[in-house]
């Protein structure tokens, strides 16, 4: 079937019946100063607009059966400014500023644009429709100093007779305005080389020392065949999570998890988005962590690919396998920089542990004894673990990381699920004990660890040792997650996250380990702990809404150099673009184990408590209170 052609002939002469000629309808001596006073329109205005462009685009051929306008829409003669990105999905979005009196005749004026501007087969897929709402003038800002807002927050429009406008998106994707709010013309430079319509760069110049402009925020959509979706800050708000939802974010991820894994078996570690290129770094951690969610998700997917992929990531994690001798036992380690760490050795034995579950590997199920014996020599006395040690004098480093002997505990429990071994249960139990009656004791819950891995332990360890210490500990970490956990942020898409501004990471830690402590919680007979597993719910719902926000979607990876290459990944947080496989790992992982809760309990959907007591975002704020929000951050 022939490709169709993005606006054909055709949808260009429909377009100039519809609007009259450019000059005519549209008005290119509109710019920001003009729309600064126009009186705001509603968020179902703005959509009736965006089902406007979506006909135009996607049916043209039905254009007497265009979608009704409310008449606040067809009555609009106020200067208005309309955006719109338009993506086949492989390449970076083609963006044009369009600029009327009307909302709709502005809209039309940045299709025709965009089709005027169409020099190559392009048909397109995704497209966003952003209508700037609020419009701040920065007069003589010193480009020499950081910027004084945050740059996912709001775009650049420079002055009138440049006829450009940079959504926050594209501020981001080309790395213009850096996560430290510096300003870099060069960049913005080579952007507006290749970047689709062209823009007349004689028009103007940026001075080296100072710059007016105009920062705005906009109310917008994006656009498929299927759906018309609004969107904060650039991407989806979630005030309900569906079963649906959550498992088809996990599909995505590991599909690009699977993708990442290269022929030798060693993942792109750690991918810049805006550079179009892999950093030259790696953890071994990380690695073994991913292999562990890949064949969890494999597990739920039955992707073969996938299998395919893990096998080769295990095959690339034996390189650095070695045997040496510890505490007057031979046993293996994982060996990184000359020495043996026990996060890795506790990541690699739970991945090898959950291959031979899933697959019945006899091999590995032997390769897993092995290695939960290492973890049982790493043992103390005193239930501890030595955390870090030479290769291979064993000279141990006196490290007290809050995470790793929650690892080796929780990776205890996936071996004891395949290779039962009271020798396993025995060291998970002492290791918990010491956690909890000597490393935590008389803690307050302000400093206890958040230990996500050291719940899921807990979890499993109370089946084979139901101790009412187990139960009572994972409540205490519960309300401390819990009272950490954003719940009156200044912007609505921080709700649920951790840490100012949240990350996505630690997020998905977080619910990993809330929605273990609520599966046991929730199963225990008495009703000591029952506020608790609710407690622990809410707050694993809370944080799931909040990590669907950081995916990559079409709606945000449209405006990168690789597209496809994004899509699915979970980024650093709602400001860095950066993707690292256990960012990826982490928020997988969370969010099929609240599925997991979910179809256990027969439950569809969840409602995200609270949100609606949060402002929407930063629209039609005053300056003050947009001050106010960047102080915050």
């Known amino acids: 079937m022939q490709r169709t052609r993005f606006f054909q002939a055709t949808i260009l002469t429909l377009l100039l019946l519809v609007m009259g000629t450019p000059a005519a309808r549209a008005d290119n001596s509109i710019w920001f100063e003009d729309a600064r006073y126009s009186p705001a329109l509603s968020d179902d205005a703005v959509r009736a607009v965006a089902a406007h462009v979506r006909h135009r685009l996607f049916t043209p051929e039905q254009l007497d059966n265009a979608p009704l306008l409310p008449q606040s829409v067809k009555d609009d003669f106020y200067p208005r400014i309309v955006i719109i990105s338009a993506s086949d999905g492989i390449r970076t979005a083609r ?9 709709i005749k502005a809209a039309d004026h940045a299709l025709l644009q965009l089709r005027m501007a169409e020099q190559d087969q392009f048909e397109p897929r995704w497209i966003k429709l952003d209508h700037p709402s609020t419009i701040i003038l920065q007069e003589k800002t010193d480009l020499n100093l950081p910027l004084e807002y945050e740059r996912s927050l709001f775009g650049i429009a420079f002055p009138r007779q440049s006829r ?6 594209e501020l981001i994707a080309n790395d213009i305005v850096s996560e430290h709010q510096e300003f870099f013309a060069d960049r913005l430079g080579t952007y507006l080389d290749w970047r689709k319509p062209k823009v007349d760069r004689t028009a103007f110049r940026i001075d080296a020392d100072s710059a007016t402009f105009f920062r705005f925020s906009s109310q917008c959509w994006f656009i498929d065949r299927n759906e018309i979706t609004p969107l904060i800050r650039g991407h989806r708000h979630f005030h ?3 079963q649906k939802d959550l498992k088809d974010s996990a599909e995505a991820a590991q599909k690009y998890l699977t993708h990442a894994v290269g022929r030798s078996g060693q993942f792109d570690y750690l991918y810049q988005p805006s550079e179009d290129r892999l950093v030259a770094d790696y953890s071994l951690s990380h690695h073994f962590g991913a292999v562990l969610s890949m064949i969890e998700a494999y597990e739920v997917f039955k992707d073969e690919k996938q299998l395919e992929a893990v096998k080769r990531a295990m095959d690339f994690g034996e390189n650095s396998i070695g045997m040496w001798t510890q505490r007057g036992k031979r046993v293996p380690a994982v060996i990184e920089h000359s020495m043996v760490n026990l996060g890795n050795n506790a990541l690699a034995t739970a991945a090898m542990a959950r291959i031979a579950h899933v697959t019945g590997d006899a091999k590995m199920l032997t390769r897993t004894r092995s290695f939960a014996g290492a973890l049982e020599t790493a043992q103390r006395e005193d239930g501890s673990f030595i955390q870090l040690q030479r290769f291979p004098d064993g000279q141990s480093d006196i490290v007290d990381h809050p995470y790793l002997s929650g690892q080796a505990i929780s990776s205890l429990m996936f071996v004891q699920a395949v290779a039962p071994d009271s020798r396993w249960v025995t060291t998970a139990d ?8 000597t490393r935590d004791k008389g803690l307050p819950l302000s400093a206890l660890p958040q230990d996500p891995w050291l719940l899921n332990g807990l979890s499993e360890l109370y089946h084979h040792q139901p101790r009412d210490l187990y139960l009572a500990y994972s409540a205490r970490i519960v309300r401390a997650i819990s009272q950490s956990q954003l719940r009156k942020p200044p912007l609505s898409d921080w709700y649920g996250g951790y840490d100012t501004p949240p990350g996505s990471t630690p997020t998905a830690m977080r619910t990993q380990g809330l929605v273990a402590a609520y599966t046991l919680l929730r199963d225990h007979d008495g009703k000591a702990y029952r506020d608790d597993a609710v407690t622990a719910l ?12 950081c995916q990559f979607r079409p709606e945000n990876a449209m405006y990168y150099k690789n597209p496809q290459r994004v899509l699915g990944a979970f980024r650093e947080s709602l400001t860095s673009p950066n ?3 256990d960012f990826v790992q982490h928020n997988m992982m969370g969010l099929l184990n609240l599925w997991r809760v979910m179809q256990q309990e027969k439950i569809e959907s969840y409602a995200v408590p609270g949100l609606k007591e949060i402002p929407d975002d930063v629209n039609n704020r005053s300056p003050e209170e947009i001050k106010r929000i960047e102080a915050f951050e």
């Open 538 to 549: 809410e707050a694993s719902i809370l944080g799931a809404a909040f990590q669907l926000q």
């Open 579 to 581: 993707i690292r496989i």
């Open 95 to 103: 963006v044009a500023a369009g600029t009327a009196r009307g909302i």
């Open 430 to 437: 002492k290791g918990a004990q010491y956690l909890i009656l």
């Open 240 to 242: 309900r999570l569906t």
């Open 164 to 169: 450009l406008a940079l959504l926050p998106e």
